[in-house]
């Protein structure tokens, strides 16, 4: 008996050499090759996953029966096109649409789209399986399956009941337990990516999010037996990276043996060597664990301490409670204690959000010792998410916009089909004005503290002389735009150019060459540019503080200010240092820096004969702009690598004065 083809695609860009398996309907495949009926009936014949011409695609196909796509923000264009495509060269095949970018509301959606067949509403295994067996029926039921939409002869929507929800994860099997990638895998034009879920769901609903759904709310796990093999399978199968794809990683107390289960997977085979997590909200005690335990191994690119908002109001409204301030500065200071790099996560353009309370939020960040990575995101309108909601817009003056999406790192390509997705720009509370100036101080803080350029003149106004983290920067940013022939001014001219060509719907995406045929997202785009012109860019600085603490009147000596300039220049890795720096100080900078990032109130101590700064870097890029781009800003970026860290200083001849003095 001749099979009937099954097509499956999840595509997703590609980083370079590296792609991630396409576990979404890997694993629709497993589940439903192990129904006999199917395996006899259907052949799976290909797993789509690069965004390949979608006509080229369409030819190949050898009479397709059935073509499922798995959808979300970054492949919903790419998919339309595909399914068109489809479509138009073999009109009797089925063409189902899963994922989360499926809207829950149907009902015009075959009006516009009307070569897909099928709507899959939330978890796509059963349903999937069941379109399968209703496809061999003389007269096929679809209606009779649970959770999807059917588009009619006319193009409306039949909807039919949502299967109740189940958290029985342990009939799904792991599809690379099964096999289902064993030939992909081979592919040695690739680096896969693997995907692990270990569980489904999450107990929280935040508004912005279309997990907050509360058909998700319910946390299903899967068996340990089963994560254990799949560890081993990427271990043997040398995945570089693991990507856990739960919601709320750590949220379980298993999360930590099987953190040390991946451990002794890398100690065993060298892989998987990296390992990306969304960490469970409110970070807590097992969270840390599991961070310095992957930190050991080598594992942890970062742990993220999410806040999304810190504004009260804003946090009611998105459904959201954050730890509170007090203990999320004790727990920066553990983490930095044990040399484990932390990020937060800010969005812009939340409901009741302000201008002021938006900047407020970020600066009270850094003063509870957030320095490392503090990444700031437009807010965007997910079709489920609780925020599209029609009445809620309404309430709150939310106003978004289409924009291509932002695929930071991506391979810069031409002939692309463009990604999607709306991003908020206004509401009752932060007007467009407002909107275009919080950007471009999100924009500031990323480049120049986060990232380093300024940062260490900032935290010792800050310690030594009580200024506003807010204060500093917002000069910053004043200064650079009242010179717009200056290094910095020119920068904020063009992300100014970017911010307005993104609300003509335009492309947040920056193309600099000479670091690589890559996306760079716009603060990592200037920091680029600023950080290869270190001697102007540190003229400007300095002409900035000067004017910055005399305008304030805050007494800072020639002797201070020419220490200070020197360490924030020597200590930002740049592509053409050597690997040995040596800068003479006359103060104690590093230990100063140690305490006062911390958030201690001090002022640096004076050594009467000087002292050397000694830096020894790992790596001398000599001026190779792809590599120092890839290592420092790429992959460096969450693991703090564009800030040096072997840092010492010379004993002094003479003993430091001690004029240390907490106040
Ligand atoms: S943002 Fe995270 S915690 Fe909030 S609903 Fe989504 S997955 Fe859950």
């Known amino acids: 008996m001749t099979r009937r083809n099954v097509y499956l695609a999840q595509v997703n860009y590609q980083f370079g050499r590296n792609a991630f398996l396409p576990y979404s309907v890997g694993i629709i495949q497993a589940y439903c090759e192990q129904i006999p009926e199917i395996s006899e009936n259907f052949e799976f014949v290909d797993l789509m996953f ?17 073509l499922g796509l798995s959808c979300y923000i970054w492949n919903w264009e790419y998919n339309k096109a595909l399914a068109k495509s489809v479509k138009a060269a073999h009109p009797d095949c089925l ?27 939330f978890a796509g295994e059963i349903p999937f399986s069941e379109i399968l067996l209703q496809f061999l029926q003389r007269k096929p039921d679809f209606a009779s399956v649970n959770s999807l939409s ?3 002869t006319d193009n409306s929507s039949l909807k039919s009941d949502l299967r109740p929800i189940s958290r029985d994860l342990e009939t799904i ?17 690739y680096d896969f990516h693997a995907s692990q879920e270990t569980h489904r769901g999450c107990p929280y609903a935040c508004t912005f999010c279309d997990w907050g759904a509360a058909y998700f709310s319910k946390v299903g796990i899967f068996p340990d037996s089963r994560l ?19 919601a709320n990683y750590g949220i379980l107390k298993r999360d930590l043996d099987l953190t040390y289960k991946l451990i002794e ?18 970070s807590n005690d097992r969270v840390f664990k599991i961070a310095r335990s992957l930190n050991e191994a080598d594992l942890c690119k970062g742990v993220t301490l999410s806040f999304q908002s810190t504004h009260e109001e804003t946090l009611d409204l ?27 996560e800010i969005i812009l353009g939340l409901p009741g959000e302000s201008y002021d309370s938006f900047v407020d939020g970020i600066c009270s960040l850094i003063e509870s010792g957030q320095h490392g990575s503090i990444n700031i995101y437009p807010c965007l309108v997910l079709p489920n998410a609780e925020l599209n909601d029609t009445d809620h817009r309404r309430e709150h003056g939310i106003k978004s916009i289409p924009v291509p999406l932002q695929a930071a790192h991506s391979t810069a390509s031409e002939n692309e089909i463009a990604e999607n997705c709306d991003i908020i720009v206004e509401t009752a509370t932060m007007p467009l004005a407002d909107w275009r100036r919080a950007y471009l101080f999100g924009w500031t803080i990323q480049c120049f503290h986060s990232m380093g350029l300024a940062q260490f003149l900032a935290i010792y106004l800050n310690a030594a002389e009580n200024f506003p983290f807010r204060t500093f920067y917002e000069e ?15 920068q904020v001219a063009l992300i100014s150019q970017v911010i307005e060509r993104v609300l003509q719907g335009g492309s947040w995406d920056v193309l600099k060459p000479e670091f690589g045929n890559i996306n760079w997202p716009p603060e990592e785009a200037t920091f680029l540019s600023l950080v290869c012109h270190k001697d102007a860019l540190y003229d400007e600085v300095t002409e900035f503080f000067e004017d910055l603490v005399a305008r304030h009147e805050v007494a800072v000596s020639e002797e201070i200010l020419r220490d200070l300039i020197s360490y924030q220049k020597a200590v930002v890795v740049d592509p053409y240092a050597s690997q040995e720096i040596k800068v003479p100080l006359h103060h104690r900078l590093p230990e100063f820096f140690g305490l006062a990032s911390a958030g201690k109130k001090l002022r640096p101590v004076s050594v009467e004969n000087g002292v050397a700064l000694e830096i020894h870097s790992e790596a001398a890029f000599e001026g190779d702009l792809a590599a120092y781009a890839k290592e420092v800003v790429w992959y460096g970026r969450k693991k703090v690598r564009y800030l040096h860290t072997n840092i010492t200083t010379s004993l002094p001849s003479v003993v430091a004065s001690q004029r240390q003095a907490a106040f």
């Open 476 to 490: 910053l940013l004043d200064f650079a735009e009242a010179r717009p022939h200056s290094l910095t001014g020119k």
């Open 50 to 66: 690069r965004r390949t011409d979608p006509d080229e695609v369409a030819s190949n196909m050898v009479d397709p029966a059935v």
């Open 173 to 189: 099997p792991s599809p690379y337990l099964c096999g289902v990638f064993d030939d992909l895998i081979q592919d040695a034009r």
């Open 95 to 121: 063409i189902v649409f899963g994922g989360p970018q499926v809207p829950n509301n149907s009902a015009d959606f075959f009006d516009t789209h009307a070569y897909v067949d099928i709507l899959v509403h």
């Open 228 to 246: 254990e093999a799949e560890l081993e399978w990427f271990g043997q199968r040398e995945i570089e990276l693991l990507y856990n794809c739960d």
């Open 150 to 152: 059917i588009r009619q």
């Open 265 to 282: 997977t890398k100690s065993k085979y060298s892989f998987p060597k990296s390992f990306r997590a969304a960490y469970a909200k409110n």
């Open 318 to 344: 998105i459904k959201r409670s954050n730890i509170k301030m007090d203990d999320f500065s004790a727990l920066m200071r553990s983490y930095k204690d044990e040399n484990i790099p932390t990020y937060s």
